[in-house]
């Protein structure tokens, strides 16, 4: 079609007939829909020019949408500033199209920029803008400023429209926040908009993340009523959520009505069911399965075998499970980070220390950098055997190498001194990583923290944690206020830690007007903090905070689904009969009606 066009463009110019810009953008839109070469495109668009037609808004609207489309937004960019030169106006469209891209590539700031210059030229934003920024924002985890961006939105009388919803549930399950996503999700069914298969296999995943299969099963239903047909992601996502528990017949149930849909099962698939035989021990099953995968024409891939691996070492079947290892290399796929950690992992546990290590050192030799999981099973085994010496050398060497200890290294540690009688040493292990004395290559703590991206404070998480884990609640408040002092914002999850250990730790008063700094500042405490403190306020009899904080966690409870649980609540609490309060609000988290972490705008 494309080829008949342009012989019939270059037919009417040998005969003296000049095609015009409609006629030219017709051909470059074809162009760009069909996914030619962009080459060709450009070299089409030269031809134009050199013809003596002008592009218009509409030529170059379609020709950086095409470049967009193939990652080359700097292209895009340098005709977007090629039609401002020749006094071509560019409209919304092509905004907007240079919005989305700056989002693709993750640049989000050049983005909002790009959307605040709109009223420079006289613009003015439509809701596709809008969406395309929220994505944006939804792709990179940005999600408290998809806050703002809604807010500009009801400013400019925009409503949220099914992009719109979609869009921020995928986020927030992405983020595992699904309780905002819940959230969403009724709001929008109550103005009448239908969540696509997309949203609801992102809803059906995060309920089996958490381990909720019944809810994710009444969303797969919910899908069925609303007219939607799952797809193969839609499908694996659920066969891997009862495999993930050892719910097998289900799994191969759901796996039935797939096939019957019409959907063949991926590798993926298959890989969900060889976890599931081996969370149930049934490794001989889980054989079965990589056969059956090869009979039907798919090639195990390194998840197969290292799930495979992982289930050999689990039961203690290390013969079979570095047969499995040749095995793979025979057959062309080279082992990863996790097949050498499950390995590393069995061969610990059977305190075969010495063949853990060649397996350690082989990883890098294999370019394949040991993890923080790794390091703390090595730095385990170890500290297990009362080599403290090497325990610290390998704490050592991981921070040397830019990874960062977490809790369970820091408590693995901890116990390993403890265990010699190195108390003082346990306690000051953390401690020294966080104020400003040096540890090997004269790495600070702070410099550490300034490295880390997006989770900037997940060791600060760590440490307060590993504090409260051993009952050190002065010092875990040491370095909480070492981060005030460092204008440094605690997170929820410092928040949620600290007030749990206060809890534990007896200082009922300091764990309260925590959880009130914490509400002040827009955060929505755990369940688990929640409870704890509720626990420990009716224990003191501090009727007045305890009725507080029991109206505050419903004020956070807004599902419909969640009314008679708030009812019941509300009913035991003014009887006294705190036992159904604990049991109801447990219950209530469990089927994902109370938050787990998150923000609310500031009262």
């Known amino acids: ?66 470049f967009c ?93 099914e992009v719109t919803y979609n869009t921020l549930i995928n986020g927030y399950c992405k983020e595992g926040n699904l309780h905002q996503a819940l959230v969403l999700q009724a709001e929008m069914v109550r103005n009448g908009l239908s969540p696509n298969v997309v949203t609801y296999t992102s809803l059906i995943n995060t309920m089996c993340k958490s381990g909720n299969l019944n809810r994710a099963m009444e969303f797969f239903d919910q899908m069925e009523v609303r007219g939607l047909r799952p797809n193969e992601r839609t499908y694996t996502t659920l066969i891997d959520g009862f495999s993930q528990q050892g719910f097998l017949k289900e ?44 009979g039907k024409g798919l090639a195990p891939d390194v998840v197969s075998y290292s799930t495979i691996i992982s289930g050999f070492c689990k039961h203690q079947d290390f ?21 050498y950690s499950s390995l590393i992992q069995g061969l610990c546990l059977q305190r075969k220390l010495t063949e853990a290590f060649d397996l350690f050192q082989e990883m890098w030799r294999m370019d394949l950098p040991p993890d923080e999981c790794t390091y703390t099973t090595m730095i385990n085994a170890y500290c297990v055997e009362g080599d403290i010496k090497n325990a610290l050398h390998l704490h050592d060497e991981m921070i040397q190498k830019g990874f960062l200890p977490d809790v369970v290294t820091y408590s693995v540690l901890i116990n390993g001194l403890s265990k010699q009688a190195r108390t003082r040493e346990a306690k000051q292990l953390l401690f020294k990583l966080f104020y400003e004395e040096s540890v090997p290559n004269d790495v600070t703590y702070n410099t550490l923290i300034e490295n880390c991206s997006n989770t900037e404070f997940k060791n600060v998480v760590a440490l307060i944690k590993g504090f409260c884990m051993q009952g050190l609640m002065s010092e875990a408040d040491r370095v909480f206020e070492s981060m005030l002092q460092r204008n440094y914002k605690p997170s929820e999850a410092v928040y949620n830690v600290i ?11 300091k764990a309260f007007d925590l959880y009130e700094e914490m509400v002040y500042y827009g955060f929505v405490p755990h369940t688990v903090t929640v409870i704890a403190l509720i626990k420990e306020l009716f224990k003191e009899g501090r009727s007045e905070e305890l009725s507080h904080v029991i109206e505050n966690t419903l004020k956070s409870c807004k599902l419909s689904d969640a009314e008679l649980a708030k009812v019941l609540v509300e009913v035991n609490h003014k009887e006294g009969n705190m036992t159904a309060v604990f049991n109801v609000l447990t219950e209530m988290a469990r089927d994902g009606l109370l938050p787990n972490s998150g923000e609310t705008s500031r009262a």
């Open 1 to 66: 079609m494309i080829k008949r066009a342009l012989r019939t463009i270059s037919l009417a110019k040998l005969n003296g007939f000049m095609p015009g810009v409609l006629s030219y953008n017709a051909v470059l839109d074809a162009m760009i829909r069909s996914q030619e070469s962009m080459e060709i495109a450009k070299e089409f668009y030269q031809d134009m020019m050199n013809s003596g037609v002008s592009p218009n808004v509409f030529t170059y609207n379609i020709l950086i949408r095409g």
């Open 69 to 161: 489309g193939v990652r080359e937004l700097e292209m895009g960019l340098q005709l977007f500033s090629e039609m401002e030169r020749n006094g071509c106006f560019p409209n919304v469209v092509t905004f907007n199209t240079l919005i989305d891209a700056y989002c693709k590539v993750g640049r989000i700031d050049d983005a909002f920029g790009l959307l605040k210059s709109l009223s420079e030229k006289s613009l003015e934003p439509n809701l596709i803008s809008f969406n395309a920024i929220i994505n944006g924002l939804c792709r990179e985890g940005r999600m408290k400023e998809t806050a703002e961006v809604l807010e500009e939105m009801k400013f400019k009388r925009f409503l949220p429209d």
């Open 251 to 294: 799994a191969y149930r759901v796996l039935n009505e797939m096939t019957g849909s019409g959907f063949s099962p991926s590798t993926i698939t298959y890989n969900a069911l060889i976890n599931g035989h081996c969370v149930l021990g049934q490794m001989e099953e889980a054989l079965g399965v990589i056969q059956d995968m090869v």
């Open 319 to 339: 013969a079979k499970a570095f047969q499995m290892k040749q095995e793979m290399v025979d057959n062309g796929v080279s082992p990863d980070a996790v097949t």
């Open 499 to 509: 007030i749990h250990g206060h809890c534990r730790g007896g200082n009922l008063q």
